[in-house]
């Protein structure tokens, strides 16, 4: 039996898990080499002291500091109503309405008729008048003309899509709706602005 | 300290009586406290966590290195034991729920500090102020033991690694058994018999010069 294998196996064989087989190869092994035989002493030295160590004491008032922290609900386990509060906490209810209404935008999900909206169903809350594209023609650094199309129809969409951002989020029970769907449409308009430059 | 103690009805006493008698085949000596508290009676809880308190302490002082940390940490594996106890299902022994509870317990706070912050702190306190002496030793031959012997044995605990150490503490220090330590620490038998061996081996190697120089080249 090597030498290496020896030493991993003399704690092993120090609490007897090894086989009688096992046993009888490593007792040759240290039969053969004062080295190992050492090394067993130390183990043994190293084992004894471990086990020589006491048991610290507990603090004297730790029971009751644990039977009081009980008493106080510390321990009480956690409800779904508890998580339920918290949905509505302002640090986790504003971003949650604001991923939702989001999403909404975005999958083009009608709106409507969202419990608290002022609105009836199928009332038009807000009207755009067709008008037709302006066209006007810009002068770049080198003199040459481009042509640009302004859509006066823009604005009046975006605020259409402000009001039903508002309409979801006094849905959702959120005090600052105005102005955070004004915010929020900022940035759908930043987002589109980014995009379409890409695109370019 | 005053306790309330709780009114069973004849349903609860029976059902009560039923688990007792399943605990009793693991011969567990925690079966009747533990079916009390888990019908309600907060006096059983606070005569287990009496009855537990300096085992889960020194199980924390031992993987912690100080005894802040241990208190702090063992009132918040209590905590945890009475919010999970309903968890407990009796299949094992009490003590071994607990052991698991407070090694979870230790081995969070270890990971939250950082093992080598925690490792670095520990030592350096150790150095200044000296390891918390214990008032009463484990067994008559702890008395054998000088206070020097225990603070290089706690500081060369210190270096080892949380898995090796904690396998090491449940066998040596606290004289579990391999299979107890494998549902505590929720691995094989043959990973726990492993890190006992190798935590020995490592240990070793640390107290080495001490082992030899405490008795001119004889060992201990």
């Given at each position: ?25 490593i ?23 471990l ?19 009980v008493?106080?609900?510390?321990a ?5 109503r508890?998580?339920l ?11 949650l ?46 003199g040459?003309a ?55 | 300290?005053?306790?309330e ?10 059902s009560r009586?039923?688990?007792?008698a ?9 079966a009747?406290?533990v ?49 999970h106890g ?29 093992r ?14 000296g390891f ?42 606290e ?15 043959g ?30």
């Amino acid at each position: 039996m090597r030498t290496d294998r020896v030493r991993a196996r003399l704690s092993a064989y120090l609490e007897g898990d090894v086989s009688s087989r096992e046993a009888t190869r490593i007792e040759a092994a240290l039969d053969a080499s004062s080295e190992l035989r050492e090394e067993l002493r130390e183990l043994q030295a190293t084992v004894r002291l471990l086990r020589g160590l006491p048991r610290p004491e507990a603090p004297p008032a730790l029971t009751e500091q644990v039977v009081a922290r009980v008493r106080a609900g510390e321990a009480d386990p956690v409800r779904w109503r508890d998580w339920l509060h918290r949905l509505f906490e302002p640090t986790f209810a504003v971003p949650l309405a604001a991923s939702v209404a989001a999403l909404l935008v975005f999958l083009g999900i009608p709106t409507g008729g969202v419990p608290g909206g002022e609105p009836a169903p199928g009332t038009p809350i807000a009207s755009v008048a067709p008008s037709a594209p302006v066209v006007t023609v810009a002068h770049d650094t080198s003199g040459q003309a481009t042509p640009r199309v302004r859509n006066p129809n823009r604005a009046a969409l975006r605020m259409l899509r402000r009001q039903r951002l508002q309409m979801m989020l006094r849905g959702a029970g959120h005090p600052h709706s105005a102005s955070l769907a004004s915010q929020m449409e900022g940035d759908i308009v930043l987002a589109n602005f980014s995009e379409g430059r890409r695109r370019r | 300290m005053s306790v309330e103690m709780v009114e069973a009805s004849p349903a609860v006493a029976a059902s009560r009586r039923a688990r007792a008698a399943a605990v009793a085949a693991i011969e567990d000596p925690d079966a009747e406290l533990v079916a009390r508290w888990q019908d309600g009676d907060q006096a059983a809880f606070e005569a287990l966590v009496r009855r537990h308190e300096r085992r889960v302490f020194g199980l924390l002082m031992r993987m912690l290195g100080n005894r802040d940390d241990a208190l702090d940490v063992a009132q918040e594996a209590f905590l945890n034991l009475h919010r999970h106890g309903h968890r407990f299902r009796r299949e094992a022994r009490f003590s071994t729920f607990v052991y698991r509870v407070a090694a979870n317990a230790a081995l969070n706070r270890r990971r939250s500090l950082g093992r080598r912050r925690a490792r670095e702190e520990a030592l350096a306190r150790g150095q200044e102020a000296g390891f918390d002496r214990p008032q009463t030793p484990r067994d008559p031959e702890a008395a054998a033991v000088g206070a020097e012997a225990q603070e290089q044995v706690q500081s060369a605990l210190l270096k080892l690694p949380d898995d090796l150490r904690m396998a090491l503490v449940l066998y040596d220090l606290e004289g579990q058994s391999y299979g107890d330590i494998a549902q505590t620490l929720q691995i094989p038998e043959g990973t726990v018999k492993s890190r006992i061996h190798r935590a020995r081996n490592a240990l070793r190697e640390h107290l080495r010069s001490f082992v030899v120089a405490e008795d001119g080249g004889e060992v201990l």
